[in-house]
């Protein structure tokens, strides 16, 4: 059993347990039996034990309390010894310890003992006083007996959360520092001690509080916050200020305060929190710096790729009217070949049938020359023909009228003539009211689309359709040919100058083309365009 002492310098008046009879009763005075009476319920309901000892350790009194210690109901013990009790050997000395001391200094002894029980370990608290102890004799001596096993886990559980406390404070990564009202430094932890050094060179003398921490220029403006928190108008607050770090150096700081106020409502104490911020402001000035840098570049970026656009624009309109111009000159050489041929070349043709056709009549049909004569007259016809086509087919008169069906009704009517093969206009088309170019460009595509097919797909059948029933206006030209193969160019496109051609006529009208080609399988030409 293990005790502790504590030797009380107040003499505290003793608990009698009997009253002197008084000769004089004042009205309402209880009686001696009465007051007797009372106080005995009061020493029965005490949550402690209170026990009544002579000088010789024998009992005399012990309210119900004290059976946890006696181990019976106390009524049945009285005059009997700690021995006669029955207690265990160390609960007896500690008795006659104390005993021993409360006689001997004649004041209040207070030690602790624990006692075994099956569910735990108890702690109690034992005060002893003489309670007549300016007397020579002491007959008695009261003691009281008080529990204090709940305190003491208690008290253990707070040192250990105060250490958890420290712990955590000390490992923080702000500054944590403590002042009381009169200016001493009540706690300053490793990073306060980072910032300023150690507690006691960093003051040389006492402080009103924290205000020398911080840089003079930002003084006052830290002196408001902190005294809206002293003064208790404020629980906490936050404020900006620089302060001196220990190497000389100006820092920007974060200081989070909060007032510690007493029952009287006035503030005790104020914890400081720190944080350095020096880092944490210098990224973001640069990342300014940066996102200013890159604000104009970006402007800069802008206005370069804003002109380049605008030449591209530019050039843009300059090619198209370019290609529009030399579309026009290619439809004017077109018409001057087509004229050319009509009124030049077909009109010679046409004067030398004309002569043979007269020296025919001067020859006998007898003779040997009359049948290479007119094999000769045959030959010119059919050239007067063809060339008279190809002349209709590079100036057709239909374009000029914009009747964009009819020409391509000529086209195949042409076609079917020229090369004795099928090819025949859709009549599902209603009339059109196209422009001259889209007009112009339409047919070519056509045109193009046909000689290709006939050229180098080798169709004997094409199909040219006009469908003009929704936005956009579709021309079809399908053909029965062996197929032009997409990868490998045909030697007589020119390395794919047809088919690049008619894509430039369609984007010059707003629209495109689309081949669906396949060896053995025919060719599909798609032109869409806007009507």
Not at 153 to 178: C, D
Not at 246 to 255: A, F, K, L
Not at 320 to 335: D, F, G, I, T
């Amino acid at each position: 059993m293990s005790t502790k002492t504590l030797i009380s310098d107040e003499s505290a008046p003793p608990y009698p347990l009997s009253l002197k009879k008084s000769t004089h009763r004042e009205p309402g005075a209880h009686t001696r039996s009465e007051v007797d009476l009372i106080f005995h319920s009061m020493l029965e309901r005490l949550p402690d034990i209170v026990l009544r000892i002579d000088a010789e350790g024998r009992l005399l009194y012990g309210n119900p309390r004290s059976e946890v210690i006696l181990g019976a109901h106390p009524s049945m013990l009285i005059g009997k010894s700690f021995e006669e009790l029955g207690l265990p050997e160390s609960m007896c000395q500690f008795w006659k310890n104390l005993i021993a001391s409360a006689l001997d200094c004649r004041m209040t002894i207070q030690r602790e003992f624990f006692l075994q029980t099956p569910e735990m370990t108890r702690r109690y608290e034992a005060r002893i006083i003489p309670e007549a102890p300016d007397c020579h004799e002491i007959p008695t001596l009261l003691s009281t007996v008080r529990e204090v096993s709940r305190w003491q886990g208690n008290e253990n559980e707070f040192m250990e959360a105060g250490q958890r406390l420290i712990y955590h404070m000390n490992n923080s990564p702000l500054a944590v520092f403590e002042f009381d009202i009169a200016g001493n430094c009540l706690a300053w932890n490793h990073k306060a001690e980072e910032f300023f050094g150690p507690v006691e060179r960093a003051f040389s003398s006492t402080l009103k509080h924290c205000l020398p921490l911080v840089y003079p220029e930002d003084q006052c403006q830290f002196e408001e916050v902190h005294e809206r928190v002293r003064s208790g108008r404020q629980m906490s607050a936050m404020t900006c200020a620089r302060f001196i770090h220990r190497n000389n150096t100006v820092r920007n700081g974060e200081w989070y305060l909060s007032g510690l106020l007493n029952d009287d409502g006035r503030c005790h104490s104020i914890l400081c929190f720190l944080h350095d911020v020096t880092e944490r402001e210098e990224c973001a000035r640069q990342f300014q710096q940066s996102k200013k840098d890159l604000e104009e570049k970006i402007i800069e970026r802008t206005m370069i790729l804003s002109q380049t656009h605008e030449n591209l624009l530019k050039e843009s309109a300059t090619r198209k009217h370019l290609e529009l111009e030399l579309v026009k000159v290619s439809e004017r050489e077109h018409r001057r070949l087509g004229h050319d041929l009509h009124d030049g070349i077909c009109q010679e043709l046409a004067g030398i049938h004309f002569s043979i056709a007269a020296l025919l009549k001067k020859v006998k049909k007898n003779s040997a020359s009359y049948g290479p004569m007119q094999s000769i007259v045959m030959a010119i016809r059919r050239a007067i023909q063809q060339v008279r086509l190809l002349a209709r087919g590079l100036a057709p008169i239909e374009l000029q009228n914009g009747d964009l069906q009819a020409a391509l009704e000529e086209l195949a009517h042409d076609t079917a003539a020229m090369f004795q093969i099928e090819c025949v206009v859709d009549q599902n088309a209603k009339p059109l009211e196209l422009d001259y170019e889209t007009t112009m460009n339409l047919y070519r595509i056509a045109q193009e689309s046909v000689q290709n097919a006939i050229k180098h797909g080798e169709a004997t059948r094409i199909r040219i359709s006009l469908d003009c029933q929704k936005p956009d206006g579709l021309l079809t030209i399908t053909d029965n040919g062996i197929g032009i193969d997409s990868g490998t160019p045909s030697k007589g496109e020119g390395n794919g100058m047809g088919l690049t051609i008619m894509r430039h006529r369609a984007a010059l009208i707003g629209g495109q083309v689309k081949v669906a080609s396949h060896n053995g399988s025919g060719t599909v030409v798609n032109c869409t365009f806007r009507q």
